[in-house]
C-alpha cells in the first residue's frame, strides 16, 4: 500500500515562508509526477507546482516567482518551499505522486497552512 507522508504546514503571518515535505513509503515507477495540490474552503482542488521526473516543473500562476518545489529521487521525496506567503495561500495542502504504468494517482493525508494578514 504506497502512501505518502507529509510534514510541515502550520499558521506564518503575511509576507512569511513555510516548507512542506512530502515522502512516499514505496518505491516509485521510473516516470512520475509528484506535486502539490491545495483546497481552500468553498473551492475546488487546484494545483500548485509539479515536478516530473524527467525534470518538467510546472507552477500555478499564482505562486510563480513565490514557491518552489523541489525533489530528492533518492529519497523519494518532493518539497514545496513558499515564500512571501499572502492569505490567499490559505488552504489545505496535498501532496500528490502519479506513477505511470498503469497510471494512477495517490495523495497525502493533507496538511493545513494558514496565512494570517
Known amino acids: 500500500q504506497v502512501q505518502l507522508v507529509e510534514s510541515g504546514g502550520g499558521l506564518v503571518q503575511a509576507g512569511g515562508s513555510l516548507n512542506l515535505s512530502c515522502t512516499v513509503s514505496?518505491?516509485?515507477?521510473?516516470?512520475?509526477?509528484m506535486g502539490w495540490y491545495r483546497q481552500a474552503p468553498g473551492k475546488q482542488r487546484e494545483l500548485v507546482a509539479s515536478?516530473?521526473?524527467?525534470?518538467?516543473?510546472n507552477y500555478a500562476d499564482s505562486v510563480k516567482g513565490r514557491f518552489t518545489i523541489s525533489r530528492a529521487n533518492a529519497r523519494n521525496s518532493v518539497y514545496l518551499r513558499m515564500n512571501s506567503l499572502k492569505p490567499d495561500d490559505t488552504a489545505v495542502y496535498y501532496c500528490?505522486?502519479?506513477?505511470?504504468?498503469?497510471?494512477?494517482?495517490?495523495w497525502g493525508q493533507g496538511t493545513q497552512v494558514t496565512v494570517s494578514s
Open positions: 515536478s516530473t521526473s524527467t525534470g518538467t516543473t
Open positions: 514505496d518505491s516509485i515507477t521510473r516516470f512520475n509526477s
Open positions: 500528490n505522486y502519479r506513477r505511470t504504468f498503469p497510471t494512477l494517482d495517490y
